[in-house]
């Protein structure tokens, strides 16, 4: 539905260009959520400013529904772009519109009688759970309210993909999960395609499909959501992953990996589980049949898209044989481990 | 005051009225009309042509550094040509709309310039033409700056038509000038003047309300 070939932006010229986007391939299938992420400066604005050509490419070429965007004259791309929804990080609603008059902007543009305009107001605040708030002004709603009003625009001309640049940014978590929730609904009633930006891994793991991790201009790795929370291919999606997941050791468990215990001392496991749980019978069966006594020190299950991925940090603490054996079984069991250090035996 | 003077005085405020109103009229939808190229044509704006940008501003710049009363003077042979005669109250109409057109042009610039610039990305996500783009949002969404704009143009066409008065265009300025300064009357002088303090104050009253009612916050 959305198609980026070989897109590059670059800013300025010469000595001072900033090249914000670098040669970036990506696909979104029709009916699916893709989230871009990647932390403030990646470029992912001008991504997705460069699939409706607010932001046009310095090289490359954008599809969306099958029509090369960048192939067309002004007046054709203002009638494509009446199929591409958008959403913001600030809304930009019209501060002299009411709810009703900024959800029936889009179809004002385009000629829609006036009849069927307030026909399809009255639909959308129904789809938005606005139609309490119809006649309030901006100025009177909340951020929740103001992003809901700002979908219910992007939706008025019934587009076939809506992109949306940080739409949940500017909101608590309630709310940012309430606007996700009204998205993944929309998506699935309506079938429409979204692309998202964000620097929130939670937004991805809560609606997307697929996920495109962008740095420094570049695609760094496209998957399945499932897959990248599991199994990220590469560096930087592994330190994203952590950084999300938080599994990283604690202050008072560094302190002691630093104390040492080099030659003699306990090794300290990070474990990652994927597709399975930490199950107690696999702690057990490594206990019984190998005798080696593990302390957990931290864990987290966490399910994504029906996955499940498990994280333990545990103390090893038996005779190298020992160790060896377990990991060696853990491994065959698909279960990584990483030995973040050592530390001294409690007892 | 005797009661010609009386009447004498009524008749320049329906003059200053005349003045103030068409003046201001003319000069606030060319000035509006004006002040929108100035924005629109900006660099990186929806219909960027900086070359004539430059040229606007050129004009804008030197229409507004020319005194009023020496512009009255330079545009003479103009309005002549234009209305035929250069003194009476219609005759004062052409400096006084000519001096509020640059004026206008700048304050309705600033208000655009406080519109959001997500609002004009967000209309031109939605494919809004540019001329969709000033009619639908930037306008609308900059109203409370545009009356603004207007009072600030009307009060000072108060002031600016009172110096015509002086010279030939009727109205106020001419009552205090022919009777309150030349013949020496200080009533007629502190009422001329009170007149005008009540129209400015008036003015302003009545675009201070509509600003207000103009923002829904
Ligand atoms: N209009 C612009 N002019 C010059 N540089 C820009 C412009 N917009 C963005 N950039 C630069 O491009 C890079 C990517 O920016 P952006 O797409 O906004 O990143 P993100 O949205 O991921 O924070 C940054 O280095 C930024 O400074
Ligand atoms: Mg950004």
Redesign the interface.
């Not at chain 1, 019209?94 to 519109?97: F, G």
């Given at each position: 539905m959305i198609r980026l070939e070989n897109v590059t932006r670059v800013y300025g010229q010469g000595a001072g260009a900033v090249t914000a986007l670098k040669d970036v391939n990506l696909e979104v299938a029709p009916g699916s959520i893709t989230g871009v992420i990647g932390v403030s400066g990646a470029g992912k604005s001008t991504l997705i400013r460069c699939v409706?050509l607010?932001e046009r490419p310095t090289r490359g070429r954008v599809f969306v529904a099958d029509q090369e965007l960048t192939a067309l004259n002004k007046e054709a791309?203002?009638?494509?772009?009446?199929g591409?929804?958008?959403i913001?990080q600030?809304f930009?609603l019209?501060?002299?519109?009411t709810v009703r008059g900024n959800i029936g902007?889009?179809l004002?543009?385009?000629g829609t009688p006036r009849r069927d305009i307030d026909q399809r107001i009255d639909e959308l605040l129904e789809l938005t759970g606005l139609a309490e708030r119809a006649n309030a002004?901006?100025?009177?709603l909340s951020g929740g309210q103001k992003q809901r009003v700002a979908i219910a625009r992007a939706l008025a001309?019934n587009p076939k993909a809506l992109?949306c640049d940080e739409a949940t940014s500017a909101l608590d978590p309630q709310t940012t999960s309430a606007i996700l929730t009204l998205l993944r609904d929309i998506n699935q009633r309506l079938g429409l395609t979204i692309l998202l930006i964000t620097h929130e891994m939670e937004v991805v793991r809560t609606i997307c499909d697929q996920v495109a991790l962008i740095s420094g201009g570049a695609l760094v790795e496209t998957a399945p959501v499932g897959d990248f929370f599991t199994r990220p291919a590469t560096e930087e999606g592994r330190l994203f992953l952590n950084d999300f997941l938080q599994l990283a050791p604690s202050n008072a468990l560094l302190q002691r990996l630093s104390d040492g215990g080099a030659g003699n001392g306990v090794p300290v496991v990070r474990l990652t589980f994927r597709g399975q749980s930490l199950s107690s019978e696999l702690m057990t069966h490594l206990e019984q049949r190998f005798g080696l006594r593990l302390h957990i020190l931290q864990a987290r299950v966490e399910n994504i898209q029906g996955r499940t991925l498990g994280l333990m940090i545990a103390e090893f603490d038996g005779d190298r044989d020992i160790i060896d054996d377990a990991m060696a079984h853990l491994h065959t069991l698909d279960v990584q481990t990483e030995v973040l250090g050592h530390v001294q035996r409690h007892d | 005051m005797s009661s010609a003077m009386i009447d004498r005085i009524l008749d320049a405020v329906i003059d200053t009225f005349y003045l103030v109103i068409c003046s201001g009229v003319i000069g606030i939808v060319l000035g509006i009309m004006m002040g929108v190229a100035l924005y629109v044509t900006r660099e990186n704006r929806i219909m960027a042509l900086p070359a004539l940008n430059r040229v606007i501003s050129l004009i804008v710049n030197v229409g507004r550094s020319v005194p009023f009363i020496i512009l009255m003077l330079a545009l003479a042979p103009f309005t002549r040509w234009l209305v035929g005669s250069y003194i009476g109250t219609t005759a004062a109409l052409v400096p006084l709309s000519i001096a509020a057109i640059p004026f206008v042009a700048r304050l309705v610039e600033g208000a655009l310039n406080e519109v959001p610039h997500g609002l004009i990305e967000a209309a031109e996500s939605m494919g809004a033409t540019p001329w969709q783009i000033i009619t639908r949002v930037l306008l609308p969404e900059a109203r409370g700056g545009l009356i603004t704009a207007a009072t600030i143009t009307i009060i000072a066409l108060i002031g600016y038509s009172a110096m015509a008065g002086a010279i030939g265009a009727g109205g106020l300025g001419a009552v205090a000038y022919n009777y309150g300064y030349s013949r020496y009357n200080p009533m007629v002088m502190l009422v001329t003047v009170l007149i005008m303090v009540v129209m400015v104050q008036g003015v302003q009253m009545l675009g201070d309300f509509l600003v207000h009612r103009s923002r829904h916050r």
């Open positions: 409706n607010l791309l203002r009638k494509a772009r009446h591409i929804g958008m913001f600030h930009n019209l501060e002299s519109r902007l889009p004002e543009l385009i002004y901006p100025a009177a001309s992109l | -």
